[in-house]
T-cell receptor, first 113, second 113 residues
Framework: KAGVTQTPRYLIKTRGQQVTLSCSPI?????VSWYQQTPGQGLQFLFE???????NKGNFPGRFSGRQFSNSRSEMNVSTLELGDSALYLC????????????FGQGTRLTVV | AQSVSQHNHHVILSEAASLELGCNYS??????LFWYVQYPGQHLQLLLK??????LVKGIKGFEAEFIKSKFSFNLRKPSVQWSDTAEYFC???????????FGKGTMLLVSP
């Protein structure tokens, strides 16, 4: 069974630009969550989607948005990039059952210059 | 808001030494508890999890953790570490019935051969 796949693996963008990151969950997993990992703040929750609807959102500005498609694939978008958005963005998927863990992808390393 | 504290940011051990990494959380309700590991250049992987039942949980690669509800703790242990255990270890919590993970800041373990 293929794991969680995130593309691209690496991105370099300029301040003010926007970026879209993609996540394909494990087959059969309908919940997708996004996390931001930085050396200073650690791992912070961005948002969770299932059934194409955002179910939960972390404490991030509105520049961070996401969506989920009918095949459970998800994208997150960051507009008007700032230097502080440089981070590893992790996607996690899990089945919609109680008492299940999240499975993480390898992440997209975003560098804003 | 719930939070997770990991006591040590960096731990250095020699091979065959015993390991205990501390994790405390601040929430009085029913929680699910996890330890994830991130090996250099790899994705976050689940070491072990606790949902209910026996508070002593055994995971992969000889790791175990004990949930002590009265102390709000979920410490990770391994009797004898190996060089290959060099990695960053994250404790994480979810509220029961929810899937949003709150992570500790992580502990970087370096095992010298």
């Amino acid at each position: 069974k293929a794991g969680v796949t995130q593309t691209p693996r690496y991105l370099i963008k300029t301040r003010g630009q926007q970026v879209t990151l993609s996540c394909s969950p494990i087959s059969g997993h309908r919940s997708v969550s996004w996390y931001q990992q930085t050396p200073g703040q650690g791992l912070q929750f961005l948002f969770e989607y299932f059934s194409e609807t955002q179910r939960n959102k972390g404490n991030f500005p509105g520049r961070f948005s996401g969506r989920q498609f009918s095949n459970s694939r998800s994208e997150m978008n960051v507009s008007t990039l700032e230097l502080g958005d440089s981070a590893l963005y992790l996607c996690a998927s899990r089945p919609l059952k109680e008492n299940t863990e999240a499975f993480f992808g390898q992440g997209t390393r975003l560098t804003v210059v | 808001a719930q939070s997770v504290s990991q006591h040590n940011h960096h731990v250095i051990l020699s091979e065959a030494a015993s390991l205990e990494l501390g994790c405390n959380y601040s929430y009085g309700g029913t929680v699910n508890l996890f330890w994830y590991v991130q090996y250099p250049g790899q994705h976050l992987q689940l070491l072990l999890k606790y949902f209910s039942g026996d508070p002593l949980v055994k995971g992969i690669k000889g790791f175990e953790a004990e949930f002590i509800k009265s102390k709000f703790s979920f410490n990770l242990r391994k009797p004898s570490v190996q060089w290959s255990d060099t990695a960053e270890y994250f404790c994480a919590v979810t509220l029961s019935g929810y899937s949003t993970l709150t992570f500790g800041k992580g502990t970087m373990l370096l095992v010298s051969p």
